[in-house]
């Protein structure tokens, strides 16, 4: 197995890689490894850190028909063929899933949003930051999977798997993020359908200090409501076995 050496041969892969076989504009890429601090003669630095990653390239495929990477008027293109990049046939097969979610049973959505989610390893671009078209992308990766993970957990909830999740939903919620607040939901109603109601006031109360503290705003009404419905052991939490008895009411 060859890597790229450095982190700026490392971030031009990376940005020709999620470009999903378009071309990026040279522009842009000298923009992704020097920012505002670019070398006297950006063009050439560039040039050379290309050919750099195309000697890497080619020792994977001894016989190349030609360059995986083609220079295209302003700028480059990392051909793909009929390869494949992990990260985008991730983002497809969660979409895929989604498309299909309702209208499978919650045991079946469950299984195949865990096959996906298994594929997911380590930090994103193995912790490379890049500039904004590495950034970006890795911004929507995470987003696909905290997005999948929410699926997963409904899923898990439908098919009366609460207690079984508890300790993942526990761990996801250590960092905030846009889906913090339904994952907190998901949380209070696996413990309370778990029978532990102290236990889920108590997430309640720790997720409204940490919206405060990222967000200084309360919870939303959806949030505030689920407390209620635990504070007053309201029925429809374990009556209906999907979480989204909360979006009716």
Known sequence: MRTPQGPFQATLLISLLVADGRPV???????????????THPDNALHAHISRLRRVLEKLEPEPSQSRIISRPGGYQLALDDASVDALSFVSEVSDIEAMVDHMPPQEAAGQLRQVLDRWQGPIFGGITGGRICQASAKRYEETRLHACTMLFDAELASGHHSAIIAELRALLTSYSGFYELHCEQLMIALYRSGRQAEALEAYRQCRDVIDHFTSRPPSMRLRRCEHMVLVQDPRLTEDPRRAVLTAL
């Open 25 to 39: 504009q040279a522009d842009d890429l000298i923009h992704e490894l020097w920012g505002n601090g670019r070398p």
